[in-house]
């Protein structure tokens, strides 16, 4: 089976629509899938990363506010020049919607869309969201072809499988905070990380030991170093493989509410989360609500003291602690007492391929 990816990263995008693209690509080369990505070169992009993975990255056009006429011709050009259509191409990407997909469907088998909005029509045949909202199976039905297949909710969520070996060393809490894990996305554009730490030398805790982790797009990643050195106990990570060790020694994170929530959802790691992206917003008050996180509120309105003040609350309030951890891991279908699978991504490959043999059942039926 032949699939193509579709996504794109940078400074400004961020880097996890690409991280949870490659966490299907790898589940699907896994089943005996060829895949391919065709990314956009942009400042700050993944594109060399996911060579590194082992990939082609067939680089368009580095637009950057993306048109979909012109993205279509360039994709619709490089699936021309390829030797076989793919069976699948999945979309990942918040500038693409129902009319680029249209354009595109004559030149692939079938689509599948990953999205979180729920904003504008889609023309696929498997759709994934995998957040949490009390209104999931209602977002989408205006949104997709009656024969789309919808997968919604933080149970699909596309999780790398460190996470399974980790989930089974997840902490039993008693609430007790000694160990933060500070991570932001791979890019930070707007550096919640040095508020973070900001925050924590405000409070001047001699007992708290911090682990602080940024990606190669973070364009102040030198500066975040520079900080982690003054401040005691504080470890400073960049673009590392084992992020679900550090998020299962630790006790709270502090956080945006990107696509890292259902990591440490699924290990139970209770979260200080602030909203970097619009895209965040819904997710992260849903959350909130049930009191699976706490929401300090939108970056632009976030400061140091605010997040020294909500911290040096927490620390003194075990209860709490042990509470967030129970209700995130019940949003994640995760008992509190054994070890779970994180295995959406072998499981929605598994889907692909028989949905692709499904349609070729029907062309030699018809």
């Known amino acids: 089976m032949n699939i193509g990816i579709r996504t794109d990263s940078s400074t400004a995008i961020g880097t996890g629509h690409v991280m949870r693209c490659l966490t299907l690509a790898d589940a699907l080369r896994a089943a005996g899938a060829r895949v ?9 992009n993944l594109n060399a990363y996911i060579s590194s993975k082992g990939y082609a990255v067939h680089t368009l056009a580095g637009i ?8 279509a011709a360039h994709m619709k050009a ?3 020049s390829e030797p076989t259509a793919p069976d699948w191409l999945i979309v990942d990407h918040y500038a693409l919607d129902a009319r680029w997909e249209s354009a595109i469907r004559p030149s692939v088998g079938r689509i599948m869309v990953i999205d979180d909005l729920a904003n504008r029509r889609h023309d696929c045949d ?19 072809p009656p024969h789309g297949t919808q997968l919604l909710g933080p149970r699909h969520a596309l999780l790398r499988p460190e996470f399974n070996d980790a989930a089974r060393y997840r902490k039993k809490r008693d609430g007790a905070i000694s160990q933060i894990f500070i991570f932001f996305g791979g890019s930070d554009p707007t550096n919640e990380t040095e508020k973070a730490l900001c925050a ?8 708290l030991h911090l682990d602080v982790v940024v990606g190669n797009a973070n364009p102040n990643r030198d500066r975040i170093e520079a900080l982690c050195a003054q401040i005691p106990n504080a470890a400073f990570h960049c673009q590392i493989a084992n992020i679900a060790t550090l998020m299962t020694r630790a006790d709270l994170a502090i956080g945006a509410g990107g696509a890292s929530t259902w ?30 996180v706490w929401n ?39 008992a509190d007492d054994r070890p779970v699978d994180a295995s959406a991504a072998d499981a929605i490959a598994a889907r692909l391929f028989a949905m692709l043999n499904d349609l070729r059942l029907i062309e030699v039926n018809t």
Request: charged share 25%.
């Open 126 to 144: 498997l759709l994934l969201d995998q957040n949490f909202y009390p209104d999931a199976e209602l977002r989408y039905r205006a949104l997709v």
């Open 200 to 207: 924590i030398r405000k409070l001047d805790r001699a007992d």
């Open 296 to 334: 300090l509120g939108t970056a632009d309105t976030v400061t140091a003291d605010a997040i020294a003040c909500a911290l040096d609350e927490i620390l003194s309030d075990s209860d709490a602690v042990c509470g967030k951890s129970r209700a995130a891991l019940r949003v994640m279908g995760v």
């Open 36 to 44: 391919v990505f065709a990314c956009r070169d942009l400042p700050g």
């Open 263 to 292: 990591e440490r959802c699924y290990l139970g790691l209770p979260a200080l989360t602030i909203i970097v992206a619009d895209n965040q917003a819904e997710t992260t008050r849903a959350l909130a609500d049930i009191g699976a």
């Open 64 to 71: 950057e506010n993306l048109v979909w006429e012109e993205d």
């Open 78 to 80: 490089l699936l021309a």
